[in-house]
């Protein structure tokens, strides 16, 4: 460090914490020295030649003169493969225990001394050398995984490996976690370490909060997913393919994934979109289920101060005619910036604040940090030292960072009993009257001038009971926690679904809610960037999230905002939120028109409120996110592929943001079918490109021809509203109400549209047969009667 980044460090975090920080990286220095010796000397190794095989279920062994391959095809389809004794458990992405083993999958000698798995949905072959090769049916090579190399400490230690990988020459890379570049991601290097990327981001930062080894790999022979089962720090290639002119051969893409350590396997899963998602949740977990009024218009800032601030933003939406479903209350509502705790001198009576505001339909979310300030005498620091519940270094000290309260301990989230003294906790913040909890900070952070912001790598963790430190818990640290807050609040109100969301977390993560952006920058690359996460993250098995609407730091022209606000009225976590300094985010702070405009998206986000619980209970039933890209139906369609402006919303709608400072019109390219503005109703024919009309008061929407789309009525219950469908062409749409609890299973609706002479014809589906919708109809796209 030299004396600029110490004068950063003091201007960022102020005299005293700026200090702290420079004497906490240098402790993490020290301690990383002493608990993880240098690795010295390396040898390198390789599979080397097939020598043998051993069949058992699904797959079987294929051993090799260095190493030996368990190759395992599950009932589903999903395929499992693992060097030198790696088996899918533990693992800290799966819900529960992996998936049988197809029956009638078996392990048979392939051509050139290789060996085979064939199965009805996907064949695996290995080669000789060490290649694994995923197949369709037809024998078309999906993925080719090469003999993979090992580089292990000849005085024993962690082994860092190398996985290269080639797929079609025309397959376009999704995944990884959120990527503010996506999400096609492009030629580059993308790593694989859960980071706070030191203040707000854009399009181009790199790595972000939520990292994770899923690749989603698209090409015209046919989509499929992998997924890298290890924790450890890593980087990740990625190089598109070049299809070859006339006679040229075709140069394949490229994947090269190198980690720092553990357990090298993989899970690969083939076939449509949608069967990708529904077969990866069914391995990761079905996504926890937001209550039904965390589908509206969500309102954050850091520094409300007080409870009267608080008590005036809210009768300012209601004064206003703007509905408002939560309220956030971020750090500055702590007595000192100390978790669990209240400031009583801004928040006298914050139980009180939070029953006030639950008669106007209004509920308080707060937010959680990790780090607990070092403090004898304070009830959280005490009860968990007494429960041994924090960090530990290599002599069994306690690992102190610098966050927000100063001087912190960080619990250990990978121990199962600390995860449930955490959630025991959480009964403080109930008792204040708040509906549901954000994690903020749980990559974890620990402020430092330079290098990461974080623990130290040698830092010691109970993982499960196994042991470890933190190069193989940092990236799980955020998903630990986020399961800790969950189970706790499951115990302590068992009939009630709980409402969390976190800034980090790693494979799995939706299993207990959801994310959101984190710090993206105030501008037109940080709108476009929050796209990108919210479509990147749903194809990693993540579907509710969303950006801070407005952007994080900065102030944004009236003209940024109510774009942003446009976009965020259909993604599922529709937040405003800004940093203590960057000025308000009300609507009515920008100017009547921007508020009119705002208005009139608002009151769009509650007429879909039913199509939103609809999309909540598909997401947890099937994994298909909310917000799809526009190739999710159509995979084989290149011009989708390479389209990240634009998103479907379910399978209904098209929504196309602007993205761009003073436009007022922008092209659109639409998938295959009939598609209906839906402001002006005018049709246009995809597939193709339209350019369409985007006035400051609205953004392209549109809606596919034949869809049934439930909607609030003007009475507050569900009217379908169904859009033409064209002839010959059969439309249709499901209906999912809101189910009560946790666990009950919900009604699901399914209706149909179709053409009959000049009439349309909307049925429910039954198991008797089709039956009328029994629900009132609304009709758009220029016929005027329905049966």
Request: glycine share 14%.
């Amino acid at each position: 460090m030299d004396g600029r980044e110490l004068v950063r460090s003091v201007k960022v975090f102020g005299t005293v914490q700026g200090l702290r920080a420079v004497r906490s990286a240098w402790r993490r220095r020290r301690t990383d020295a002493w608990g993880l010796p240098p690795r010295g000397a390396e040898r390198a190794r390789v599979p080397g030649m097939v020598v043998g095989a051993e069949p058992l279920p699904g797959g079987g062994v294929v051993r090799f003169a260095r190493s030996r391959l368990r190759v395992r095809v599950a009932v589903g389809g999903s395929v499992f493969w693992g060097w030198d004794g790696a088996e899918p458990e533990p693992s800290y992405a799966l819900a529960g225990p992996p998936p049988e083993a197809d029956p009638r999958a078996e392990l048979e000698p392939d051509m050139d001394g290789g060996w085979r798995v064939v199965s009805q949905r996907v064949t695996v072959a290995v080669t000789r050398h060490g290649a694994v090769e995923v197949r369709t049916p037809g024998g078309v090579v999906l993925r080719r995984d090469l003999p993979p190399r090992w580089w292990e400490p000849v005085d024993g230690g962690p082994a860092r490996w190398l996985q290269r990988a080639e797929v079609c020459a025309d397959a376009r890379y999704f995944g990884l976690g959120g990527r503010s570049s996506g999400p096609r991601l492009r030629d580059g290097t993308y790593r694989l370490w859960n980071t706070d990327p030191r203040g707000s981001f854009g399009p181009g930062d790199d790595p972000l909060y939520i990292t994770m080894p899923v690749q989603l790999v698209v090409a015209d022979a046919g989509a499929h997913l992998a997924f890298y089962d290890n924790t450890w720090d890593g980087r990740v290639a990625l190089r598109e393919g070049e299809e070859g002119a006339g006679s040229g051969h075709d140069r394949p893409g490229t994947v090269e994934v190198r980690v720092s350590g553990g357990p090298l396997r993989c899970w690969v899963v083939v076939g449509t979109p949608a069967r990708l998602l529904r077969t990866w949740t069914a391995l990761t977990g079905a996504p926890a289920l937001p209550p039904s009024w965390a589908l509206g218009p969500q309102h954050a800032r850091w520094g409300f101060g007080s409870e009267r601030e608080v008590r005036r933003v809210v009768a300012g939406y209601r004064e206003r005619g703007l509905p408002l479903s939560a309220l956030h209350l971020d750090i500055d509502h702590y007595d000192g910036h100390r978790v669990f705790t209240v400031d009583k001198e801004r928040f006298p009576d914050l139980p009180g604040l939070a029953g006030d505001l639950a008669e106007d339909g209004v509920r308080l979310v707060s937010i959680v940090d990790p780090a607990v300030k070092a403090e004898p005498g304070s009830a959280v620091y005490e009860t968990g030292s007494a429960a041994d519940a924090f960090v530990r270094d290599a002599r069994g000290r306690r690992v102190r960072g610098v966050v927000w309260p100063g001087e912190c301990v960080y619990p250990d989230f990978t121990d199962p009993g600390v995860r449930e003294w955490w959630g025991g906790l959480y009964e403080e913040r109930l008792a204040q009257g708040f509906a549901g909890v954000w994690h903020d900070m749980n990559e974890p952070v620990s402020f430092t001038p330079f290098g990461d912001m974080t623990l130290p790598r040698s830092a010691r963790h109970s993982l499960e009971g196994h042991g470890g430190d933190h190069r193989e818990a940092h990236n799980v640290y955020g998903l630990a926690m986020a399961r800790a807050g969950y189970e706790g609040l499951r115990r302590l109100r068992p009939a009630e679904r709980p409402f969390l969301f976190s800034r980090s977390g790693w494979a799995g993560m939706q299993r207990y809610g959801g994310t959101w952006s984190g710090d993206v920058s105030t501008g037109w690359p940080g709108l476009r960037a929050s796209l990108s996460l919210v479509i990147g993250l749903g194809l990693c098995g993540v579907p509710y999230s969303g950006p801070d609407v407005g952007g994080f730091d900065g102030s944004p022209s009236p003209e940024l905002y109510l774009r942003w606000f446009q976009l965020g009225a259909y993604l599922p976590l529709f937040r405003t939120h800004a940093a203590i300094d960057a000025g308000r985010r009300e609507p009515w702070e920008f100017g009547p028109e921007v508020l009119g405009h705002a208005r009139a998206a608002l009151l769009e986000r509650e007429r879909l409120h039913p199509y939103f619980v609809t999309l909540a209970q598909v997401a947890r039933l099937t994994g298909a996110p909310y917000v799809r890209p526009l190739w999710w139906n159509a995979p084989r369609d290149r011009a989708l592929r390479d389209c990240g402006d634009a998103f479907l919303l379910g399978d209904a709608l098209l929504v196309a943001p602007v993205l761009e400072r003073g436009a007022d019109r922008r092209a659109v390219r639409l998938p295959r079918g009939m598609w209906y503005d839906t402001v002006t109703g005018q049709a246009h024919e995809g597939p193709g490109q339209v350019l369409l009309d985007a006035p400051l008061s609205r953004i392209p929407v549109l809606a596919r021809a034949g869809a049934v789309v439930p909607v609030r009525g003007e009475d507050g219950g569900v009217e379908l509203e169904v859009w033409a469908p064209v002839a010959g062409r059969t439309g249709g749409g499901l209906v999912v109400g809101d189910c009560a609890g946790v666990s009950g299973r919900p009604e699901v609706e399914r209706y149909t549209s179709r053409l009959a002479g000049d009439r349309v014809v909307v049925e429910r589906v039954t198991a008797q047969g089709a039956v009328s919708a029994g629900r009132p109809v609304r009709l758009r796209g220029g016929l005027p009667t329905y049966e």
